[in-house]
């Protein structure tokens, strides 16, 4: 009858009668061939492809698990990596930095022993930013040594001198400036002048006599006499000279031997200048 529980009920009972069939028939031993292993080889067949899909979606699945997680591990030892890599490279730039400072510190070095005398280094630690005039700061002052008048060189040759000093910084002048002046001569024919900046950028030889013989590409380096720098250091070489014109000396103008611009160290000479022995000339 339609309002019997077995009615109302008859997809379910028939489902789980079919399906406890199935079990035991795939259950009961049966022997090759047997028509009893029939329905049993036919349930069989007819499960495979499920069962397969089945497995297929479990070992997709699987692999799917194992493949996000070996991602995961992979990101992370990427990350681990580059950060091994920024550190090395970081490091590496410190050293070539150090290695850098030393060969400057060590050319200051030597430029000491070679002039006898009392000398500090000291670091440049900015520029004049107005332009009215050529200066550099260093970092060290008065409880340094330091005072205004000292003479500051570089490896390459003459930088300035001292013009103020605090306790803990000081001001150059730089030889390029139009209010320096440095008692110069040229190297090959002793011609001497006054090594002075210029307003518009540069320097010059001024007060050189029109019969010295004084040639394009000579050096020109310190003469002892001003009191300031020890005679002999270089200042720069010639880079043009002009006769034509009134007047009773000659234009010179010179390259000066430092690169003002890429300083970082400078040698101070604490210690006066001793004063050179009397220049005998043919």
Known sequence: ??????????VLLTASALLIISLH????ETKSGSYAALPALALMEVMRPVQAASARLGEGASGI?????????ARE?????RAEIAQ????????????????HLSGLLELKYALG?????????????????????LGQGTASGLKPGMAVLADEGVVGRIIDAS????????????????????????????????????VIMKYVDRSEDIRKGDQIVTSGLDG????????????????????????????????????????????????PPPDKRG
């Not at 028939?25 to 009961?28: E, M, P, Q």
């Open 88 to 103: 090395l490279n970081g490091e590496r730039a410190k050293i070539a930095e150090l290695e850098v400072e030393n060969n």
């Open 25 to 28: 028939l795939l259950g009961i």
């Open 117 to 137: 005398t009392d000398a500090v280094a000291a670091n440049v630690i900015g520029s004049d930013a107005t332009g009215m005039s050529h200066t550099l700061i």
């Open 228 to 275: 300031i720098y020890p005679r002999g250091l270089l200042l720069g070489s010639v880079a043009s000279v002009r006769r034509e014109g009134p007047g009773l000396f000659l234009d010179v103008r010179v390259q000066s031997a430092v690169d003002f611009r890429s300083l970082e160290q400078v040698l101070v000479v604490t210690e006066q200048a001793p004063p």
């Open 77 to 81: 030892e990427n990350a681990k990596l």
């Open 167 to 202: 306790e803990h910084a000081s001001r150059v002048l730089l030889i390029d400036d139009h209010n320096s002046a440095v008692d110069g001569v040229d190297q090959r024919s002793r011609a001497r002048g006054i090594i002075a900046g210029v307003v518009d950028e540069g």
């Open 1 to 10: 009858m339609k309002g019997t529980f077995l009615w109302r009920n008859r």
């Open 65 to 73: 698990v194992h493949n996000y997680f070996d991602l995961v591990g």
